[in-house]
Each structure stands twice: as C-alpha cells, then as structure tokens.
C-alpha cells in the first residue's frame, strides 16, 4: 500500500549564476513498511530529500502526501505538530538538550505537545535501548552511542508513522554504529513502521530492502533487494 508519495520535488537555492538545484524534479513512492536506503556522493541532495519529506526543508515546488495528507498545504502551526506526530526524525548529531535527562529527553515531544507520556511505551522503549539504568543520566554523563540512542527514543516516542534518519550512525565508531542500526531495524520490525535512512555506508545500505541513489538533485537508480542480515 502507498504510503508516502513525493511528487516532482524541486528544492533551489539562490539566483541567476549562483542558482543550485538540491533537487531537480524528483518523484517516488514509498510503501508502508518500507526499510529504504537513500545514498548518493556528498553534496547530491539526499539530505535535502530527507529533510523535505520530513516537513523540515520546505521545497520550492511540487509535494509530499504522506498517508494520502499534503505535507506542506498545512499552516506552519499545524505542519509543527504534524512533525511531532507523524515523523520521527533521526540527525548525526544527537540535539539533546543538555540540561535534561535521558527520559525527559525521549519524552520532550510529548511534553510540548503537552500530552499525557504514555508510560507503559517509556518503559518499552528504554528497555529495547538499553537505557533502563540511564534513565535519569544528563547527556554529558552519556557515551555517544548512548546519546544516539536517547535520540532514536525520542524520534520514536510518539509513535510516528515513518522515521528518517540522516547518516545516524555518522558520528559513530563502528561498533556502535552497528549497534544503533541493529535498534533501528528491530523498532522497524516491531513497531512496523516506514523507515528511511540517508547514508554513505554501503553495509547499511546493503541491509535495507529497496536502495535510492540520487546524484544531482535527481534519482538515478531505484532498486529492490534482498536485504543483508
């Protein structure tokens, strides 16, 4: 079943002769469930596609229907909430708050949505992460792998319906990079969720079960695999 479409996705920055096309028309379809692959060189506008299907980046033209709603024909009140709700966004770099803990991190999203935390999900996740005994820990008190996790908690906290991660395991040694993509394809298969990652890294990409190289804005290949592991 369709569910995210992105429909001739145009992204542009500046004018004239310093006129750059991050995205130059680009059109695909995703189905629920998915474990999607976006990989390209640096600088060929995967990120950007990432962050436009995430209502972060708004596009220059064209559109984003995830579950059949119109991403960007929202006001930027509602496409906040929207955000919150429905999209669970994974960065390198974790953006924790330092002067919170690891739950009230994770739960952050709730809080300014100012709804109830579901408690019984709080515990799920900080079991499936591994932060059971971290769980009143500041980010300073934290390893980085750990950090990375407290970031997958709160992307996932709220239940979205699709997470996007941006090279998460970037910032990472291997072996925690590993262990933080082994995290994300297990809350994949358990929550049943759409997962997208942008990454460079052959071995992640490898294990995901559709691979979308973009070069120059464009998509140049799309192709459906076996996924490794």
Known sequence: MEFLKVEDLCKVYGRGENRVAALDHVSLSVEQGDFIAIVGSSGSGKSTLLHAIAGVDIPTSGRVLLNGQDVYAQSSEKLAVFRRRQVGLIYQFHNLIPTLDVVENI????????????????????????????????????????????????????????????????SLDSRNGQEIIRLLKESHRKYRQTLVIVTHDETIALQANRIITIADGTVVRDERQVPLG
């Open 107 to 170: 739960t952050l999203p709730i809080r300014m949505d100012r709804r109830r935390v579901n408690r019984e999900r709080l515990e799920e996740l900080l079991e499936l992460l591994g932060l059971q005994d971290r769980r009143n820990h500041l980010p300073n008190q934290l390893s980085g792998g750990q950090q990375q996790r407290v970031a997958i908690g709160r992307a996932l906290m709220n239940a979205p319906a699709v997470v996007l991660a941006d090279e998460p395991t970037g």
